[in-house]
């Protein structure tokens, strides 16, 4: 029998996995994932929260294999050398593709070209097109209703022995998670998550938007999706049971968006290091003020809500959209520091961290991509509404706790009296600072020079190749000529 060689990389299921799927058809599947020392170690970008929910999806994985009859093996080193040393003994090797960083591109590149290798897209994301753009969305949602590669009944046994443990990696990595909260990994967990989501889908777009109410009212999916412990198809077509409603409506979009910036990462490898937009290349660069850039990393900018988000993520590996997009806006526009130290910060932290939705979003969010509109939230504004009795607030900045809700917006303006009542000197040792800097100035005087380079930027974002490489639609095209530049910063968030 043909023995196929399938390598699991960010599809961490049986279930809806064309490449399992095909091997099946063709022969006796021999499924394997490799530890791969570069995503490893100090320059490895990923906390060890990330790395231990990797390993327990692997885990989970290798039980589902089990009950089929087969095995999970584990193997560790370049994928490229051991996949290669391991084509000399098995027929073929069958993969998904996958839509990575410029690492994970290359090796894809070298180890697809071999002849015993076939790769298997079918994920919703277009390749290899020149003019897909306009029917972009027709794909996708063909590809989101199209019924799933079955996952197979039985297997039979791998005769590929591991040649690690996870223990064994967890071991000599030292991986040691300190984030607290942080979700399981697997399709178990996966799959209770969005059963209870479903129950809930109505009351999502009461929930989207307030920090506190990201965990319970959120899908908190994202994790899942990124290692493929469920597909995105799986989700949009189990969510059809919910009953219609706004929720279910404005779910749906989310997995189409997680889909489209997946996209733009497959189009350009360059979304994780450089502005989209050339006129934007080194922006900030020379604002670079390391001691903001610790604040914001910190949480200790003065700005509650930006340090109760910036602490919220260090601590649990998570927060909501309307979060990262804050925080984002906050680095870039009102700290003036180059968006990729804040890409790369989330990058580590974030369990879900997927560089096609994290590097894009950043740069959607800094304003580098040069068609969106300047989006400076301002913080205070964004306690009022979105967290007015202070709960994220309180949870994240406790110096805060003993200060009545009406002055957590803004406490350096709360009255004498009151922040003495509270107990706090703020900027003294061992209290909440006073903001790093004068808010209103510079959220003005960032509007004035992106104003500034408004025109230079749609001219160079127009020019064909840099059109094609932002992924951008003929539609989008239209509506920037309609509409020109939109004139309120926060209308992209209305939704969230
Ligand atoms: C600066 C920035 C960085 C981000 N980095 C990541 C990242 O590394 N990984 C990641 O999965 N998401 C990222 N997001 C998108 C979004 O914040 C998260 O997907 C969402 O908060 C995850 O929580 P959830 O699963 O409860 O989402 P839900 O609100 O339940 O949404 C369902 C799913 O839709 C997708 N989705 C939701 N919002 C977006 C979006 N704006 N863009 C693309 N897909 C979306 C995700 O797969 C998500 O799991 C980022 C957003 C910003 C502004």
Redesign the pocket.
Known sequence: MTEILVWHRSDLRPADNAALAAAALDGDPVPLFCFDPQFYGADGLACDARLRFLHESLADLRGQYRALGSDLALLHGDPRERLRDLLDEYDALYVNRDVTARYGRDRDDDVFAWDAVRAFGGDGIVRDADETRSEWREQATAWMEADPHPAPETLPANPLDSEVTIDDIETRYDTSPTKTNAPEGGRAPALRRLDRFVDSVPAYPGN?APPAA?ESG?????AY??FGCLSVREVYQRIQSAPACRGREM?ES??F??R??KQKLADWAGWTDRAVNPVFRGYNRSNHDPELLAAWKEGRTGFPLVDAAMRALVETGFI??RM??MC?SFLTYVLREPWQYGADF??YH?I???PG??HT??QS?AGVVGVHPVRVYDPAKQVREYDPDGEFVCEYVPELAALPDAHLPRPEKAPLAALDEAGIELGADGNYPRPVVDYERRASEARDRFARLSDRAREAIETPTVWRRASLSRNRREQLRETDAEADGQASLDDF
């Open positions: 989207v990201a959120c899908s908190r999916l994202s999706l990124k779910y989310r997995l968006w997680n489209h910036y909501n959209f990262r997009a984002a989330y990058y974030l879900d961290a997927d939705i994290n979003q950043w969010q």
